[in-house]
């Protein structure tokens, strides 16, 4: 009888984190959670997972972490240091005997992409594919989760804007991203071994149709009001959201408006989730609740 392998969760009190370890639930496999601090424990300790505090900025307090683990799921959060940060975690890895990192990258992570994080993460990607242990690599397009953000605007006033523009993104659910993760964990490391999976919803939309689809999902019409760039960071930074991650939001969002990423799907959620990835209108009803006042 083989003994089930153990998975650290980075990230672990992140959305597709979160999901992870709901999607894993019930499978042969032990949870070990990473949280920077016990106060957050509670989440992943839900999931059955063993929590352990530590901090991917401190390298030295990875070891315990990593002790005994086969498989790693890497989740950088985003900003300067990420690469930092992902360098931390593998080497870490492999001082503890890891066999397979699976890291969630992004869409168009690339040197020469027209955004920080894209470049930031192509340093990361091709660090983890030299490390030496088996690797998967999974950029996905848009988060639909990223709407609820927008949820307050909705509620109040049935408007919501962006700096996108007309962009027709192939955007995914995050709960999607996380049911592919947790199919190449349980596969065997050789099984994804190498491969580089871009991940999308089953057809690009606009955020007209998307307000078109909300509004079929809340029973009144709701509508996307495009803003500039100056608008948006205003907002942003007004919400106390830190500059380093306005400035690289607006580099997306110039990059997509522009064209960047537009119209681009392909059938590899599909294929991972063996049903086809959820669609804007699916991500509507079920979150609807998030987008109604009182």
């Not at 240091?81 to 005997?97: C, I, K, L, T």
């Not at 930031?120 to 030299?130: G, P």
């Not at 927008?150 to 192939?170: K, M, V, Y």
Request: net charge negative.
């Amino acid at each position: 009888m083989t003994m089930p392998r153990t998975v650290l969760i980075t990230g672990a009190t992140g959305t597709v984190s979160t999901a992870l370890m709901h999607a894993l639930q019930g499978a042969d496999v032990r949870l070990r959670a990473l949280v920077r601090d016990e106060s957050t424990a509670a989440g992943p300790r839900a999931y059955g997972a063993e929590v352990v505090v530590g901090d991917l900025d401190d390298a030295r307090s990875l070891p315990a972490a990593f002790a005994g683990v086969q498989d790693v799921w890497l989740l950088t959060p985003n900003g300067p240091r990420a690469p930092e940060h992902n360098m931390n975690a593998v080497w870490a890895a492999r001082q503890a005997g890891a066999e397979r990192i699976v890291r969630l990258s992004v869409v168009g992570a690339a040197h020469d992409a027209p955004n920080r994080s894209g470049r930031l993460h192509a340093l990361s990607d091709r660090e983890t594919e030299q490390s030496g242990l088996r690797w998967t690599i999974l950029r996905p397009h848009w988060f639909m989760q990223n709407l609820l953000n927008e949820a307050g605007d909705i509620a109040a006033g049935d408007t919501f804007s962006l700096n996108l523009a007309s962009a027709r993104i192939g955007m995914i659910d995050a709960r999607d991203i996380a049911e592919c993760a947790a199919r190449v964990l349980l596969d065997t490391p050789d099984h994804h071994h190498g491969r580089t999976y871009t991940l999308t919803g089953p057809r690009a939309v606009t955020f007209d149709e998307v307000a078109e689809r909300m509004s079929r999902a809340l029973g009144r019409p709701i509508t996307y009001v495009p803003v500039d760039d100056e608008a948006k960071r205003n907002t942003l930074l007004g919400y106390g959201v830190p500059a380093w991650i306005v400035d690289m939001l607006e580099e997306y969002a110039r990059a997509y408006a522009a064209g960047w990423s537009n119209n681009l799907t392909t059938e590899t959620a599909a294929e991972l989730l063996g049903r086809p990835p959820r669609d804007i209108g699916d991500f509507a009803r079920d979150h609807a609740a998030a987008f109604r006042s009182g």
